[in-house]
Every structure is written in C-alpha cells, then in structure tokens.
C-alpha cells in the first residue's frame, strides 16, 4: 500500500506515536451502510493496538502491518528501505524520535542485554577450557575475536572499546525494560 493511501486512512501523531482510523468516505466500500457502520465503530479510535513481540500491529484491508513501519510510511511519505529501530529499545514506543531507517547489522548494534547473559555485556562470555572471558564483536555481518581475558573489567573494557571502534548504538546492551502498552 502506498503511503498515500495509508494517509487517508489513518492519522499519525509523531509526538506521541499514536495511530488513529480516520472517517472514509463511501468509495472505500460496496455499500453506504458498510461505511456508516465501520464509521461508527472505528472512524476516530486507535489504531494497531494489538503486541506481537512487543510491537504493536494490525491489519489494513485484510493485510497484516506493523505499526512502526506504518508510521514511518506516514511521515515520510516512503516506506523504510531497512529495518526500523527504536532507538530506546521499546518496541511499542513509535513516536517518530524514536524510530530509525536502519540496516539489519545496525539494528543488530542496538539490541538489549539477552536475560542469560552472564557477563552483564553483550559479546563476553566464559570459556571454561581458557578460564577466560571470550570477547568478540561484529562488524559488517561477521563476528570477530577481540580477545581472551582472565579478568572480567579487562574484558568489559576491551568489548567497550571494540564497540566503539565498530560504531555501535549507545544503548547496545542495556538492560530490558517493559514496554510500554
């Protein structure tokens, strides 16, 4: 569906992130009465309320679409070429601050911390036959040893520093947060 389209369907607030049905006109329907019916059921309430993996979506003329590229579309008047990131980690937050036109790999740069993790950073883990911390960092897709570090500070220091160096998000590796319904 072209942007457009989708903007005489739906009202995108960028400040809030919020979605919303609006009035159709007739030419949308077979009948009258299907529009005055679907008017007064969804014309002015919000829109792609329902969490699949904490992302908000929906469905447009029996199409399924999530939310945050929906919006993306409105704003910008394209579709995003990449994958969207939001930027704080909250996948229902869809204000337009908080949305990026990203590759996969830089979406990969800005994930939270996975709730196994031992090491309390991404890309460190204990390798028992070195009785060490593993470091690696990705870069353009592949994944690289950094090193092998008996204390755990001169890992983190080391996985910060390759971070950094390979141009990661600020808030790669924070800890999860709920999202927001």
């Given amino acids: ?40 059921k969804y014309a002015g309430t919000k829109a792609f309320q329902t969490l699949y993996y904490g992302y908000l979506h929906g469905h447009i003329f029996k199409k399924h679409y999530f939310a945050h590229r929906v919006a993306w579309a409105i704003y910008h008047g394209s579709w995003p070429s990449g994958q969207i990131d939001h930027v704080n980690g909250l996948r229902s937050d869809n204000r337009i601050v908080n949305l990026r036109d990203v590759s996969h790999s830089d979406n990969q740069k800005n994930v939270k911390l996975r709730h196994d993790n031992k090491a309390g950073m991404p890309g460190i883990d204990w390798k028992k036959h070195a009785s060490a911390w593993r470091v690696r960092v990705s870069r353009e897709g592949k994944r690289h040893l950094v090193g092998y570090f008996k204390n755990l500070d001169e890992a983190v220091a080391a996985r910060k520093a390759a971070q950094n160096q390979a141009a990661y998000h600020v808030n790669h590796g924070r800890i999860a947060v709920r999202h927001i319904p």
């Fill in 1 to 40: 569906m072209d942007p457009e389209t989708l903007r005489q369907l739906l009202s995108y607030n960028p400040q809030t992130g919020e979605l919303v049905w609006l009035l159709r006109d007739e030419s949308w329907f077979r009948k009258p009465t299907d529009a005055k019916g679907w008017n007064k």
